[in-house]
């Protein structure tokens, strides 16, 4: 069965800092991915997906995404993090009829 | 354009009673699901439905009931609450088999409190 795993619960940086989330997947074939962001007291917003084709994955609000078959991974990075992505970001794999989670890293930004 | 509705947002239950999470979309999607927010585990799949008249079970469905009579409604249904299912639940949609790469929308969260 396929899972997510995303090995930091929190991370800090700094506003105007580099940041990278970590996700790692087990999946048999080639995996739908997808990362979400989730501010305090809302629901979940679509960042990026992956299905097929370019590795690197262009989303909203300045995120890209890069995926590495040989590692199973799929890295979310931002070159300058803006106070407002002070969120909680989870990776998702698609197939068959589900979606699964991982269970998710909380963003704070530093002033 | 409402997207995924969710009704209540807030609800107190206590241990024992019945209640139902409401559910509609008015985007016309065929897949619907009911997932569940714990701190720690991500979201995990309650149940689902590839269309009006089937639903299936995800990752934890026991103590959950779901409907599925008509394309706009998903209601999810708590036989007999539990303080193991205090937890924020989602519904989501999509166009087709979310699992295929097509975008899930998510409703803005139903928070459950079972006393």
């Known amino acids: 069965a396929q899972s997510v795993t995303q090995p930091d619960i929190h991370i800090t940086v700094s506003e105007g800092a580099s940041l990278e989330l970590r996700c790692n997947y087990s999946y048999g074939a080639t995996p739908y991915l997808f990362w979400y962001v989730q501010s305090p007291g809302q629901g979940l917003q679509l960042l990026l997906k992956y299905f097929s084709g370019d590795t690197l994955v262009q989303g909203i609000k300045g995120f890209e995404a890069e995926f590495k078959r040989s590692q199973s991974s799929f890295n979310l990075r931002k070159p300058s993090v803006h106070w407002s992505d002070a969120a909680e970001y989870f990776c998702a794999v698609g197939a068959s009829n589900d979606m699964r989670f991982g269970a998710g890293t909380r963003l704070t930004v530093k002033p | 354009n409402a997207g995924v509705t969710q009704t209540p947002k807030f609800q107190v239950l206590k241990t024992g009673q019945s209640m139902t999470l409401q559910c509609a979309q008015d985007m016309n999607h065929e897949y619907m699901s009911w997932y569940r927010q714990d701190p720690g585990m991500g979201l995990r799949l309650i149940h689902y439905?590839?269309?009006?008249?089937?639903?299936d079970q995800g990752e934890v469905p026991n103590g959950y009931n779901v409907s599925r009579s008509t394309t706009e409604d998903f209601p999810l249904r708590l036989l007999s609450a539990a303080p193991s299912q205090t937890s924020v639940y989602f519904c989501a949609s999509s166009y087709s088999r979310g699992g295929r790469g097509n975008t899930i929308y998510f409703g803005e969260g139903s928070w459950l409190t079972v006393v």
């Open positions: 439905s590839v269309g009006a008249g089937i639903t």
